[in-house]
């Protein structure tokens, strides 16, 4: 573990559009709409920066307006942005996202066709500069959807990554919405094929059920995230076979979400160490047993899976809360707290982290 960990991640930001509230987009078109900014890999930069790691986002946007803004943003909050590539082609590409309620859940529309980093082939990327000083880098299954030229600079960079020695943390995050940039191949197909070829150089593998079963066919038996069955044993067993299936892996990260309704969910994770054949679930209780954070009300739970990864990885590179039960327990409290917020980006700080792991999940006002 370096003592001044810099933590990079590849991958597309996008330009957010909102309805206020949990209205529809058809209830205030023509009209208003809130715009943020959001992606997996960038909103995975952002956690780290707020808890106070060193991180550095990179990517291919426009020179435009819109790209600077989106710089400008990410500067602010402690990102490194001075490898981002500015390319005279493409666009910043757009997502709309409805908030759900009750029983309709939240949904996204996808704008993104053209973007720069759809566009930008892997030789245009200066990976030896984007990679100076890195000593971790994130990745996700959501970048090589998008287009064949992000899925080649994709497997580039990981692969130099690899080569130097650098620890690379890959989200298997499967988009059934993406995988479609080659005609004649089915999504799941085509996620196959090239996930593979990424996730065998991954040191750290991070998903869900779904994830596993959907790109590589691993299920868990006698479990049902629907309906709050969670089988602890059956995801020890598909994080095995995640582990053998790419043996590189030191530790693999699955995440346990119960949805009772769009406003409700039960949360929790669990972190498989390799070596030692042990599997950490978090949150426990004070005798030891699992039981998810009730997270109510949910103001937001886009972004929630890259606060994981964010927290996770933190901790993995912190003195503080490195060893696997520690870090498992940080990761499932940074991405509770980010149901509480909106947008993508988790804005939450190592201290309040820290008082959810410690068991203050009151509310109350700090004074």
């Known amino acids: ?30 009209g208003s709409l809130r715009a943020t900014f959001g992606g997996g ?65 939240s949904s996204v529309v996808y ?15 200066d990976f030896d500069a984007m990679l100076e ?9 959501i970048t090589p959807a998008i287009s064949a030229e992000a899925c080649a600079a994709n497997q580039a960079l990981a692969e ?22 080659q005609p004649g191949t089915e999504p799941r197909a085509l996620a196959r094929e090239h996930m593979t070829r990424l996730a065998a150089l991954a040191d750290v593998l991070i998903g869900n059920e779904e994830d596993a079963s959907d790109v590589f066919g691993i299920k868990a038996e006698g479990t049902s995230v629907e309906s709050g069955t ?35 969910n039960g949360w929790g994770a669990m972190l498989y160490d390799t070596a030692a054949d042990t599997a950490h679930l978090a949150p426990l209780t004070p005798a030891g047993e699992y039981r998810p954070y009730e997270i ?24 503080k809360w490195c060893a696997p039960a520690q870090a498992i327990a940080f990761a499932v409290a940074a991405s509770c707290l980010k149901h509480s917020i ?12 820290a008082a959810l792991v410690g068991g203050n999940a009151s509310g109350r006002v700090s004074r």
């Open 133 to 141: 000083g890195v000593t971790w880098l994130h990745l996700s299954g």
């Open 160 to 181: 130099q990554a690899a080569a130097k020695g650098i620890k690379i943390s890959l989200d298997l995050n499967f988009r059934k919405k993406l995988w479609k940039w």
């Open 230 to 264: 969670i089988n602890s044993a059956a995801y020890t067993d598909v994080a095995r076979k995640l582990h053998a299936a790419f043996p590189k892996a030191a530790y693999v990260a699955i995440t346990l979400r119960e949805s009772h309704s769009a406003d409700f």
């Open 296 to 319: 109510r009300n949910i103001v937001d739970r886009i972004g929630g899976g890259d606060s994981f990864s964010g927290g996770l990885i933190f901790a993995l590179n912190s003195e």
């Open 41 to 105: 890999e960038a909103n995975v930069c952002v956690s780290i920066a707020r808890l106070g790691m060193g991180s550095r986002f990179l990517t291919a946007l426009p020179k435009n307006p819109i790209a600077d803004s989106l710089i400008t943003e990410l500067r602010g909050i402690g990102v490194d942005t001075t490898r981002i590539l500015r390319t005279d082609g493409g666009r910043v590409g757009i997502y709309y996202a409805e908030t759900g309620a009750n029983q309709r859940g």
């Open 111 to 125: 704008d993104r066709a053209g973007s720069s980093a759809a566009l930008t082939p892997a030789d245009a990327y």
């Open 342 to 353: 909106y947008g993508d980006y988790n804005n939450v700080t190592e201290a309040e982290v």
């Open 1 to 30: 573990m370096s003592s001044s960990p810099l933590i990079a991640g590849f991958g597309e930001i996008m330009l957010r559009l909102s309805p206020d509230g949990k209205l529809r987009l058809t209830q205030v078109l023509p």
